[in-house]
């Protein structure tokens, strides 16, 4: 943004990457929210494809929030890098805003102008609550923030922003995310041992795709004949600890969504015998709970989790979080009793095979 003159100036990014990046989710444009969020105006549903994990993680950051308010904070100031089409960040926004903080400050950023445009115009509602301060701007990760030092309360890079990133520039990203984070830092990666993604749409969708390792390169060719190569790394928990651990307090690392995706039926292969058992995603969520550190399980998470926090913050709070406690269906108020659900939907319309990004 030219910011003298007010006026949105698109600039490509700077890396070749980060290029390649950048066109396949603009290409994806607003299929992209649909296929990673479900319907974007139910934002605290979570009744999409990736419903487990987004809960979990929801829980999390709401924690972080209301810790935040209970110790007498009247304004907060949040940060999403690799916004894409910004559901998380208006999620955010708009639970802060209910628990009453008065000033919310918030910067989403994304290398895709099409996921940028998409997350303005979702979130015009937003931006007009009083006391919100709701921006979405295009920019690349790869270069420095224009954010103060340690003046963002909670950080979020969610759903592989930082495994489309190249490896040899981590370590300068990860010290540039702490800088300019006075409280906590959020992020999840794709583990070494996840089940596949094509990031854009389910993988139903690909005709052909093949991870090379050594290069970090990904290509997929789509059914409709489209072709993308983006690069993409899978993360040991180690490495992911290590990138981190130099610049935060490492409150929590965890394998998310081990169990839930192989256990959802798909309509086009299961009978309907075998439907949604609430119970049975209750056992699961149990059995999340118990391996989620477990070397030899979450490496084959859906996602890793980690929550870091700044040095300040280090010995001051308790993050141990029951994965059993997380609500098994819908329960924030938004989700009006009338749409509400007594159980998540029965089978999804596409099989949730991969999870989310
Ligand atoms: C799987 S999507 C996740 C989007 C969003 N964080 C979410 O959870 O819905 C990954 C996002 O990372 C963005 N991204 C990848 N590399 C980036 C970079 N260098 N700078 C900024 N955004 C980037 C992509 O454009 C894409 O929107």
């Given at each position: 943004m030219d910011r003298q003159r007010g006026v949105h100036l698109y600039r490509?990014?700077?890396?070749?990457?980060?290029?390649y990046v950048a066109a396949v989710y603009n290409q994806a444009g607003e299929d992209y929210v649909a296929y990673a969020?479900?319907?974007?105006?139910?934002?605290?549903?979570?009744?999409?494809?990736?419903?487990?994990?987004?809960?979990?993680?929801?829980?999390?950051?709401?924690r972080k929030l209301v810790d935040l308010r209970a110790a007498g904070g009247n304004s907060v100031t949040l940060l999403d890098a690799g916004c894409g089409p910004g559901t998380w960040l208006r999620r955010v926004v708009t639970h802060a805003h209910r628990l009453g903080f008065s000033?919310?400050?918030?910067?989403?950023f994304d290398v895709a102008v099409a996921q940028v445009q998409a997350a303005r115009r979702l979130g015009r509602a937003v931006c007009g609550l009083p006391g919100v301060n709701l921006t979405f701007e295009v920019g690349d990760l790869l270069d420095p923030l224009p954010e103060p030092n340690a003046s963002v309360d909670i950080t979020l890079c969610l759903y592989s922003v930082l495994s489309h990133l190249p490896v040899s520039d981590l370590p300068r990203v990860a010290s540039e995310?702490?800088?300019?984070?006075?409280?906590?830092f959020i992020t999840t990666v794709r583990p070494i041992g996840s089940t596949p993604t094509v990031f854009v749409d389910s993988i139903e969708r690909a005709r052909h795709f093949k991870l090379d390792h050594r290069s970090d390169r990904c290509e997929v060719e789509f059914c409709n004949g489209c072709r993308v190569a983006v690069s993409f790394h899978l993360f040991t928990a180690r490495e992911l600890k290590d990138l981190f651990h130099p610049?935060?307090?490492?409150?929590?690392?965890?394998?998310?969504?081990?169990?839930?995706?192989?256990f959802m039926p798909d309509r086009r292969w299961n009978p309907p015998a075998v439907l949604h058992d609430e119970r049975l995603m209750i056992r699961l969520a149990q059995l999340e709970e118990t391996y989620a550190t477990d070397p030899n399980f979450m490496?084959?998470?859906?996602?890793?989790?980690?929550?870091?926090?700044?040095?300040?913050?280090?010995?001051?709070?308790?993050?141990?979080?029951?994965?059993?406690?997380?609500?098994?269906?819908?329960?924030?108020?938004?989700?009006?009793p009338r749409r509400r659900r007594s159980r998540p939907p029965a089978i999804r319309s596409r099989a949730p095979i991969g999870g989310g990004g």
């Open positions: 490509p990014p700077h890396s070749i990457s980060s290029r969020d479900g319907n974007p105006e139910r934002l605290f549903c979570f009744d999409g494809l990736h419903g487990y994990a987004d809960r979990h993680l929801w829980s999390l950051i709401e000033k919310i400050k918030a910067r989403g995310l702490a800088r300019v984070t006075s409280g906590h610049h935060f307090g490492i409150e929590y690392l965890h394998g998310l969504d081990i169990f839930h995706n192989r490496e084959r998470a859906t996602h890793l989790l980690l929550v870091g926090c700044h040095e300040s913050l280090r010995h001051g709070t308790n993050m141990r979080r029951s994965f059993a406690s997380i609500p098994p269906h819908p329960s924030h108020p938004s989700c009006s």
